[in-house]
């Protein structure tokens, strides 16, 4: 036993303390005079019973409570050998796993797994050992577990994965590990191919003093590996349907060139194109396949390049949609003009998306008509009240609406428009109004905050009609003078702009304006709601099936309130597995494997599932090995642990505090000093009971 | 002031009675209001009263001779009284410094001044001739009993003092040669002496013709011996200090006390002295009148 601040151990003297208030202070506190002590010296025992301890149990307190005190404050701790005591002592043993993607690369995930199970044969009876199995993020597979079976049996049942690497989730998962354990050794090992792309800069990850950690690298020497990196869709509209070519970016990562590299193209499990393409060493190259007509929705489509030991890469998924067109109807007001000329003209020229037009005139709206469409656009025309509640219905279902309010909308407003109509006001003698107030954070001007995509500043606006937006409107667009010239207001699952001058070019220069174009193109895609379906996303994204989602409740197979609610379906992982969405499943589902996912969504009947193509992350093709040295030396305090068996010497401090004797001691103490006040309390009270009045007067004192 | 069971008498505390500075009011206040509560306050005058006839032997003094008895039987008689003349009263009065203890109110010694006091008063009013000898490590004080010498007694009593040591034993033995008269002698003292050698001294007194009585005063703390913390025990009159833990030790000091005290009352009854144990705790007047009646009654038996 050693002790770290001995100097304490001088305040071991107050233990007399307690002796000299039993034997001495006590005794010669009174001072009883006597008339005499005839009697009081014919007691035979009188001289043994005079010196004795008063309370033994007591007296044994007190001192114990000083004495565990005192011994608290040198702070005692039992010195030994740390290298016999690492030697001898339990072992916390944690063994990280990286079973990423880029593990499966030849047999390097059976190799880890063999160091693995080497590690956990090493143990002896009292070591307690966890299994984490990591990628991008950790999983503890057994958790400081002694029984060798149990962790052999993880071992064996973990599964390359098709994650990406990073090592400081893991690390910091050993560290919480050793934080929390008394053992006397703590040793991690990292067993992993040590990819670069997993250690992207500095962690803040610090193991307990005296915990080492082993790097296992399984590496090879020459690694030989092609992946399909990347995969760009051009589409063409042909004949109602899309013709889409498909251009595949194949990546050679080894030392060797490869030439006749066998690159094909499969759709819907079929191949329907094959080329060969030469790699250098490190290098890139591109292959175009032929077009592909794509009239359903979720084709999907593989692009896979040779065969290697990483197979995991030599392929490349991704889904195609054809880009529907967006169907808008323009309502003309009764006199027919030229006013929809603009329009018309306007949105035949959309690519990405493309629209289908329709033109009818107010008085002849009805709801068959709106079937469909995803926008409509009320060109200056007066709406009768059915009409009105026709195109709000349209707009609660998630239809979107372009007001665009002339000379002949009448004043006031339906539920619809945002915010109420009133006079037109003529700019003409101040040479007409500008544009002097854009919201560049609103989806439709997001494409403009670059001045290089051009300005609004110069278009003239003669008149335009007064506007008051209500509450809960959103200005997206002001006159120079302050008035809003863009109105937007969400009605349930649609959305309604409003625009306070005509495009019939004459209250404005707008339609005959460059910008006029693509300001229409983003209005009616934004009211649309149009989004291009992304082709393939990357492992461990979340499922969002938003998208989809609010396709279905524009195409009225689903309602609005059954979306705004909880989505209910069944997912169906590339590896088959079934999994519940909603309805007491899985609020979110990881996107963790390599494949397609489908997606049936409930309540949609025959339609076919939503497919989301998932590839793996483009840097697990890059088998660059890390020095684990770079690793280890920002994780291991003191530098880089070498040998497993390296135990640093740990400080007379290091050892106290890894034992903290002295919180144990100063508790006891403690506790014995509120025993001994409770103890003595009672006592006192007995004595005052026994004795009532004490003796006094002339023959007493103090 | 408080009333105890005796019906007619009024005790006093006391405490009340060491706040009267005048002995002789102190003792006419005990011995009046005592004497006027006892309705059979008539037998105390017994000292004149006629005893018994005896045969006439030459040398009797002629005067005592009953000339009534000798016309009717032709005989000569004496006729002999309880007390043919006033009696002499002696108090011993201890003041040796043990006797200064008080555990609470009244000391030893004074409780002592006042039941001399008192006994002197009573025996004044008798025409009785009263005196005292006060005496610690020698004799302090010594008024020969004589009827006039009733207020150089209070004096005597009021002046005493417990300053020195006592010898009860040397002081006793000096004094029964001093006695020439028959007295009642009183011995007022906290007696710490062995019961033997004690009685062995006072019953010289006794074979002398002397009536003896004894006022064992004691302070209670003395006899229940209360303490309980570990003190420093110091001997009033010796000056020996001796460490005490009166935990356990406190039974067997009981038990010695009361051994004491019997054997004190044991051996005075075997050689018919008088023993009283007075505890400085009780009314003066409750021990008076105790001490009076039983007197009383064992006169009536003689």
Redesign the interface.
Known sequence: MSFLAPLFLTALAAIAVPIFVHLIQ??????????????????PY?SV????I?NWPLLLLRIAALAAIVVAFARPFTAVDPVQAAASGDREVVVLLDRSASMGYGDRWARAQAEARRIVDGLSGSDRATIVAFDDTPEELVRASSDAGSLRAAIDAATVSSGGTRFAPALRLAQSRFSMSGAARKEAFLISDFQRSGWVRQEDIALPEGATITPVPVVDDDVATVAVASVALQREPFSGAERVTVTAGVVNRGAVAVPGLDVSLEIDGRVVGRQTIDLEPQATGAVTFEPVTVAESDVQGIVRAGTDALPADNSFYFVISPVRPVRVLVVDGDAADQAGLFLRTALGLGREPSFVVEQVQASRLTPELLSGKAVVIVNDAALSSAAAETLGAFAERGGGILLVVGERTPPGGWAAVPGTVSAPVDRMEARGATLGYLDYSHPVFEQFRDPRNGSFSAIRFIRYRAMQPQEGDRVLARFDDGAPALVERRVGAGRVIALTSSLNGTWNELPRHAMFLPLLHELAAYLAQHETPEAWVTVGRMLDVSAPVAALVREGQLSAAGAAGDVRGVVVTPSGRQVTLGAGGAESILLSEQGFYSVRIAGTGNRPPYVVAVNLAPEESDLTPIDPALVLASTVPGGVAGAPMDVEPLSAAGMEKRQSLWWSLLVVGLAALLVEGALSNRLSKK?VR???????????EG | METHLVPGARFVDPKVLARVKDLELLARTVVDGFINGLHRAPHFGASVDFAEHRGYVPGDDIRHVDWRLYARTDRYFIKQYEADTNANLVILLDVSRSMSFASAGVSKLEYAKFLAACLAYLSHRQRDRVGIVTFDEEIVAWVPASAKHFHVLLHTVDRAAAERPGRLIDNLERLIDRFKRRSLVVLISDLYESPERLVEVLAPYRFGGHDLAVFHVLDPAEISFPYDEPSRFVDLESGEEMPVVPDRFAEEYRRLVREHIEALRARCIDVRIDYTLLETSRPLDEALFAYLSSRERSMRTR
């Open positions: 006590r005794e010669r506190r009174t001072v009883v005079e006597f008339p005499s002590l005839m009697f009081v010296q014919r007691i009188q019973e005079r010196r004795r008063h004595v026994r004795v009532g009045v004490q003796p006094g007067g002339a023959g007493t």
